[in-house]
């Protein structure tokens, strides 16, 4: 029981020790001014009530299911091909943006030049981000149409734009927008 106190008394005074070392270390290093306020997301709350409701989470599509067979040995087949390991140009990989031009060049009816008009990512929220760091400089007026995907906003306030939100207003039962000057504040 003594043993088990003292362990128990010194884990307790060395974590503390360690936890006021992060807080000194994290005063210095705090994220940037222009972060303020994005720390919000609804994503991690939508998490945390699945977790302690036990609900299945359909917002963010966690499968719970294997892939089928053929990708597995897709998968299986590209892993052990030589130098697939290495790492692409950031755009995308040279056969894979060729691909896709071609497939949209027969769709579009011209020539597309994967190298150059065709950029790939690891998904749309990143794809998102980078978009609309690459457009909006600081001082930018970004119109946002409510309801509005949540990252846009802080993307935006990242990119130092300016958000400008307008409201989706139904009218005779079809959903139109209307811009009035006075919400822009134009």
Not at 31 to 42: Q, S, Y
Not at 77 to 83: H, R
Request: proline content about 6%; overall charge positive; glycine content about 6%.
């Amino acid at each position: 029981g003594a043993r088990r106190l003292q362990l128990a008394t010194t884990y307790h005074v060395e974590f503390t020790k360690r936890s006021m070392a992060t807080s000194v270390v994290s005063d210095k290093f705090k994220p940037a001014a222009r972060l303020h306020g994005i720390d919000k997301n609804v994503w991690v709350e939508f998490v945390s009530l699945t977790n302690k409701h036990g609900a299945v989470n359909l917002g963010q599509g966690f499968p719970d299911f294997s892939p089928p067979d053929y990708i597995i040995q897709y998968l299986n087949e590209a892993a052990q091909k030589p130098l697939i390991h290495q790492y692409t140009r950031p755009q995308g990989h040279p056969r894979m943006v060729n691909a896709l031009a071609k497939m949209f060049g027969k769709i579009y009816q011209r020539d597309i030049d994967g190298m150059s008009e065709i950029i790939t990512s690891v998904g749309s929220y990143s794809s998102l981000f980078f978009t609309i760091q690459s457009f909006v400089d600081p001082g930018d007026e970004v119109l946002l149409i409510e309801p509005y995907f949540d990252c846009y906003a802080p993307m935006t306030k990242m990119a130092g734009g300016i958000l400008r939100t307008v409201p989706l207003r139904p009218v005779s039962k079809v959903y139109m927008i209307y811009i009035y000057i006075y919400e822009l504040q134009i």
